[in-house]
């Protein structure tokens, strides 16, 4: 996984090493599904996964935190998707009251039913 994305993470003082220690160090990808938990916005840590809601999507979007801000005592969070190529603009001020959780536990492609699902809902016109 690192070979063909931590090119991007390294310019971010991010390294190899860093992200071995992370939660889901190999990425995770669009299907997944996340367990989450709540954690106190302040004890966010860089490489953790989380949960959170931006005026700019509908659903909730699950992205790595990869910088976090202090502006004038005011903690945000930067996020970005494991395999996205970059970060989007929505996603470089994440604050407290949008936070929904954690992740902590990955299944893979079990979330695949539910798109699946919603994509036939959709064909069918429900």
């Known amino acids: 996984w690192w070979d063909k994305r931590g090119e991007w993470y390294e310019p971010r003082n991010i390294t190899h090493e860093d992200f071995a220690s992370y939660t889901f160090k190999n990425g995770f990808e669009k299907g ?25 999507r509908r659903e909730p979007i699950i992205h790595r935190v990869v910088v976090i801000k202090d502006t004038d005592g005011v903690r945000s969070l930067v996020t970005k998707g494991d395999h ?43």
């Open 32 to 56: 997944d599904i996340m367990f989450i938990t709540g954690k106190p916005f302040h004890n966010i840590k860089i490489g953790e996964v989380i949960v959170f809601q931006s005026n700019r």
């Open 84 to 126: 996205n190529g970059d970060s989007y603009t929505f996603e470089d001020n994440i604050v407290d009251e949008e936070v929904i959780g954690v992740a902590k536990v990955r299944v893979p492609y079990l979330g695949y039913l539910k798109i699946w699902f919603v994509k036939l809902l959709g064909l069918i016109g429900l």
